[in-house]
T-cell receptor, first 113, second 114 residues
Framework: EAAVTQSPRNKVAVTGGKVTLSCNQTNNHNNMYWYRQDTGHGLRLIHY???????EKGDIPDGYKASRPSQENFSLILELATPSQTSVYFC????????????FGHGTKLSVL | AQSVTQPDARVTVSEGASLQLRCKYS??????LFWYVQYPRQGLQMLLK??????VVQGVNGFEAEFSKSDSSFHLRKASVHWSDSAVYFCAVDRGSALGRLHFGAGTQLIVIP
């Protein structure tokens, strides 16, 4: 079974601070994604990547950066965290022709105070 | 505008009863369609997917979904629910290129009463 691991599982940050959410996958998938989940909105795509060194903006990229230093790792970076970024963040890998299924991590609950 | 609508935020059913969770989408072409489930404190898992062919697709754990092009719908069904089916169910579409950029509905919380 494909594995996607996120860290940390919970994070409390202060407004204006920098936050880095990490994701590691052992599936050898080219594509990776960051989503946030908020009540009433389902999951919304923040950034995604087609492979090491590439990042693309999703539907709600403002206030977020992404980094894909290797096939296995994909980070989401909040340079100046704000309370509106309090949410649950999910990383996923997969997608693509013949591999449409996404495999999700367990999520990171971020609270920005 | 492109959208995925799950009109029911919460559905409550008794164990053993049948189930239908509704999903309607608005896209210019028929996209890849998915149902995902989220159990408490876990990530999402795919139940089933559809792109072409037989409009009724089978998924895991006895779930199936029916695609209707005329109605732009992709409703999820199960003949007899179990208490362990209690979870949040998301309908999602892949925006035409099947590259994993899913657009999710808001989700439907299913509560199964034993």
């Amino acid at each position: 079974e494909a594995a996607v691991t996120q860290s940390p599982r919970n994070k409390v940050a202060v407004t204006g601070g920098k936050v880095t959410l990490s994701c590691n996958q052992t599936n050898n998938h080219n594509n990776m994604y960051w989503y946030r989940q908020d009540t009433g909105h389902g999951l919304r795509l923040i950034h995604y990547s087609y492979g090491a060194g590439s990042t693309e903006k999703g539907d709600i990229p403002d206030g977020y950066k992404a980094s894909r230093p290797s096939q296995e790792n994909f980070s989401l970076i909040l340079e100046l965290a704000t309370p509106s970024q309090t949410s649950v963040y999910f990383c996923a890998s997969g997608g693509g022709k013949g591999n449409e299924r996404l495999f999700f991590g367990h999520g990171t609950k971020l609270s920005v105070l | 505008a492109q959208s995925v609508t799950q009109p029911d935020a919460r559905v409550t059913v008794s164990e053993g009863a049948s189930l239908q969770l509704r999903c309607k989408y608005s896209y210019s072409a028929t996209p890849y369609l998915f149902w995902y489930v989220q159990y408490p404190r876990q990530g999402l898992q795919m139940l089933l997917k559809y792109y072409s062919g037989d409009p009724v697709v089978q998924g895991v754990n006895g779930f199936e979904a029916e695609f209707s092009k005329s109605d732009s719908s992709f409703h999820l069904r199960k003949a007899s629910v179990h208490w362990s089916d209690s979870a949040v169910y998301f309908c999602a579409v892949d925006r035409g290129s099947a590259l994993g950029r899913l657009h999710f509905g808001a989700g439907t919380q299913l509560i199964v009463i034993p």
